[in-house]
């Protein structure tokens, strides 16, 4: 279903008036649909679900890179949405928001030692770890800390995406 429409010319958010939104707020303003947002992460869970080998362990994983608005996060959240971060200040946004740390998975190549630390204070589920002095970095700092880091490896297999030379992820 569309929660965005027009209806005698006028757009509409589900059932409110754009027009009274840019009266009311300004414009450029962004518009959001809770009910649009809802509907499509459960879709789009509910079929990952079908798919998975253990259904009660499967999480799907909101990218905070892709929107870090606080209402949107919080929204996911309560529907039982991870994260997918790529840096401290995410992982504070997701926080802010009252999202679950223990759903928090930190992937990216340039994660600081203090993010590492932060992500670590927090117990957030995983950290994808993309090279082996990344692991070390990462193991040395949960030692300090006397903490078990959770990680998961990113491979990249020697294999030609035949994508464009600057965006490509393996050689």
């Not at 589900?14 to 009311?24: D, G, R």
């Not at 518009?31 to 509907?39: G, Q, R, W």
């Not at 030692?143 to 050689?171: F, G, W, Y």
Request: glycine share 6%.
């Amino acid at each position: 279903m569309s929660y965005f429409t027009y209806r005698s010319d006028n757009l509409f958010a589900e059932n409110i008036p754009l027009e009274q939104i840019a009266s009311e707020f300004g414009t450029p303003t962004y518009v959001y649909s809770s009910a649009s947002l809802i509907e499509n992460f459960s879709a789009y869970s509910s079929a990952c679900k079908k798919h998975a080998r253990n259904p009660q362990n499967s999480l799907v994983c909101y990218s905070v890179k892709s929107n870090s608005n606080l209402a949107v996060l919080n929204l996911l959240g309560k529907q039982g949405s991870g994260v997918d971060i790529v840096s401290g200040g995410e992982l504070l946004s997701v926080l802010a928001a009252r999202g679950d740390p223990r759903k928090v998975i930190f992937s990216g190549v340039g994660k600081s030692r203090d993010e590492m630390r932060l992500a670590l204070s927090h117990d957030i589920l995983c950290f994808n770890v993309e090279s082996i002095p990344e692991l070390y970095r990462l193991n040395e700092i949960a030692a300090e800390m006397h903490k078990q880091a959770p990680v998961s490896l990113r491979v990249n297999p020697d294999v030609d995406a035949k994508t464009h030379p600057h965006i490509t992820t393996c050689s």
